[in-house]
């Protein structure tokens, strides 16, 4: 029983500390550009946006999305 209580509060600590990390960074990089926000051609010259992050190459991350969902959810 002991082990299941510390078991949840190293959950309950873990979530705390994402959440505060998706507030203070909200982004990571696009997985699909890495970041750059650039889909380049095989031949290297010719490049488009990145059609995932629409040539920002940043996504929201999981948790903030979900904050945001409940902020809009709230208002
Ligand atoms: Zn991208």
């Known amino acids: 029983m002991r082990l299941i209580a510390a078991a949840i509060a190293a959950g309950l600590l873990w ?3 994402y959440a505060v990390a998706c507030w203070v ?17 095989p031949s290297g010259r010719a ?7 629409s040539g920002t190459g ?3 991350r999981l948790g903030r999305r ?10």
Do not use: E, I, K, Y
């Not at 696009?30 to 380049?40: D, I, K, V």
């Not at 945001?68 to 959810?73: C, D, H, L, S, T």
């Open 58 to 60: 940043r996504r929201l």
């Open 66 to 75: 979900a904050a945001n969902w409940a902020a809009r959810r709230r208002a």
């Open 15 to 17: 979530a705390t500390a």
């Open 25 to 41: 960074w909200p982004f990571v990089a696009c997985p699909r550009c890495t970041g750059s926000g650039t889909h380049r051609s």
């Open 47 to 53: 490049w488009r946006d990145c059609r995932r992050c």
